[in-house]
Every structure is written in C-alpha cells, then in structure tokens.
C-alpha cells in the first residue's frame, strides 16, 4: 500500500477524482486557518476486500502530539478511519486501486514559530509524512 499527502487550501473527491485547490504550501500562521489535507492511498491488489486503519497524526519537530482543543480540553490532534477497497467486477489481477481522501479541517490553532510534521500511517505502519511550518507571531508592540 502506498499514500501520497498534499496540503492544500481546500479539496474534496467527486466521482473519484481528488480536487485540490491551493496544494503543495509548506507555511501556514500563525493565526488559526483553515486547510486541507489531500491524500492518495494506492490499495494492491492482494490489500483489497479487507479493513485497513488509516490515521492521519500531527507532530511537532520533536516527535510530541500536536494538540487540539476540543470539548474535552487539549487532545492529540489525529484523524482515524477505517476503509475497505474493493475489487470491480472485471478488474484485471494484479490491478492496484487508488481511494482518494480529502479532509477539510476548521482552523485550529498550531504551534506558532515551530515546524510540525503530518503523518498517514495505515494498520499503525508511516507510509508518508509532510513537514510545514507555523509562521512565527509577530512581535507585541
């Protein structure tokens, strides 16, 4: 299985096709904005017809959790699923299958003036990561 990730502005998946508009930034901040996370996972043939996990984790430079607030107070920002590929009728064996993902995320606050990293990992294994930066706040006058 591979994954490819894309930052982007915003996308979304229409008719299995991922569209992604703004991708590729590598800054972000230091105010809280939204953005996308665009992502291609390539299922094998011998990987469909069975469950995977997909998590999508955020790290600062440290390799510490980026946290989140929520409801609940501060949490590790990271995004599970579960996703099952199968096999259409008339595939030829051997044939891998692409899933598009496109996760829209509200904006959060992120670690201002520090590098983070997003990772896919699938069934607990890192298959990409994408290292951005938070812009530095601007200095208190």
Same mark, same amino acid.
């Given at each position: 299985?591979?994954?490819?990730?894309?930052?982007?502005?915003?996308?979304?998946?229409?008719?299995?096709?991922?569209?992604?508009?703004?991708? =590729?930034?590598?800054?972000?901040?230091?105010?809280?904005? %939204?953005?996308?996370?665009?992502?291609?996972?390539?299922?094998?043939?011998?990987?469909?017809?069975?469950?995977?996990?997909?998590?999508?984790?955020?790290?600062?430079?440290?390799?510490?959790?980026?946290?989140?607030?929520?409801?609940? =107070?501060?949490? %590790?920002?990271?995004?599970?699923?579960?996703?099952?590929?199968?096999?259409?009728?008339?595939?030829?064996?051997?044939?891998?299958?692409?899933?598009?993902?496109?996760?829209?995320?509200?904006?959060?606050?992120?670690?201002?003036?520090?590098?983070?990293?997003?990772?896919?990992?699938?069934? =607990?294994?890192?298959?990409?990561?994408?290292?951005?930066?938070?812009?530095?706040?601007?200095?208190?006058?």
């Amino acid at each position: 299985m591979k994954v490819r990730l894309l930052l982007a502005h915003s996308a979304e998946v229409q008719n299995s096709l991922l569209y992604a508009l703004g991708a =590729g930034w590598t800054a972000i901040g230091p105010a809280p904005s %939204p953005f996308a996370i665009a992502a291609i996972v390539e299922v094998a043939w011998d990987e469909t017809s069975q469950k995977h996990r997909l998590e999508i984790v955020f790290e600062d430079a440290d390799g510490q959790p980026v946290l989140a607030s929520t409801l609940a =107070g501060e949490e %590790p920002f990271r995004i599970p699923a579960e996703f099952e590929v199968g096999r259409p009728p008339g595939a030829v064996q051997g044939t891998s299958f692409i899933m598009p993902i496109a996760l829209n995320i509200p904006p959060i606050q992120l670690p201002a003036g520090r590098q983070c990293v997003v990772k896919a990992l699938i069934n =607990g294994n890192v298959l990409d990561e994408l290292f951005f930066v938070v812009r530095p706040a601007p200095p208190s006058r």
